[in-house]
């Protein structure tokens, strides 16, 4: 665990300064993610009148906060609270709520923790759980043993109010036309893919810059990038990246995401997730390939929810009206 947290520890600036608010396919997906759950919330303020709890599992660097915290008003929604286990990404979320203005007597009031979401448990409360794990959190979250703990957290933490759990993430098949371009794109957040073949300038003595995001769909074998050292100066402009089509077949085969600096991300397949909504959530679920709600967002993910105390009832047909 101590390594996965430095991974996250040491990219978390960089995250938040370019996945979070630059990759357009990445931009794209996530307001898709943020659209939804706003329409979620509406609905539970409506249908339900009762104060709501938002828990973002895997918060990072606090997009939800900001959104319910400044831009978003939910009229039920009372807390928005956060696990992460980097502090890094939650020291950008506090810095950013405060450079936001945000007061600490707010509503709805807006907290953090920091540690593995596997080890905490839902604290008794009046109003309706609302915990989210968004944006894919769960292929980084410790591999399939990890898929599996987040099932069972998710359902710990809403069975008492009768909540709702959402799992929000990539699916496999669209490994190659989605992630090799994105990955490569921000090869400087994450480390270099291993399906590019390394060269000098692999090491960590140096920091790689795509010159530009490559799309999805784009299967370009190059990738071009400003190489920069550790002090920040620039040693080489251009340099070219080339794509090695045995670990590319591979990638795309084992659906998970590797690079030389040890980041895994896992893309499950449709197939997967419905076994643990199976096993572990049994009825009163549903799964949705996100595509079915938005095509030119959100083709590449899949929603697991978890509606406990039937709160969805019709939500997904007053959707497509
Ligand atoms: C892909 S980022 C997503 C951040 C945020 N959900 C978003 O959508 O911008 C994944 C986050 O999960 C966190 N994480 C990984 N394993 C975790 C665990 N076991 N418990 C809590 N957070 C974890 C990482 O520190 C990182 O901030």
Known sequence: MKQKIKIWDSCAHLYECHNVTEHPDIVAFKGFEENLLDK?????TKEQNRPISLIDIGC???RLHLRYGQRIHIPELRNVFGIDISKKMLDLAIEKIKKAGINKIATPALS???GSAFDFEAEPINSIQVAVNLNNTIGTMQGQKGAVKLFQTLNRFVENTKGIAIISCYMKKYIETYALPQYESSLYICGQPIWLKPDTYSTNKYKQLSTQYKKSYSNDPFLKVDVYDIQGSLIKKNHVLKRDPVLVKQTIESGVIHTFSNYKSHW?????IDNLI??????KSYHVQTKELDPQNAEQGQLAILDYGNNLQNFFETLSN
């Not at 979620?40 to 539970?44: E, F």
Request: positive net charge.
């Open 268 to 272: 499950y397949n449709f197939q997967m």
């Open 278 to 283: 199976k096993i572990f959530w049994e009825s």
């Open 60 to 62: 990072g660097t606090g």
């Open 40 to 44: 979620i919330l509406l609905h539970l």
């Open 112 to 114: 953090f923790k920091q």
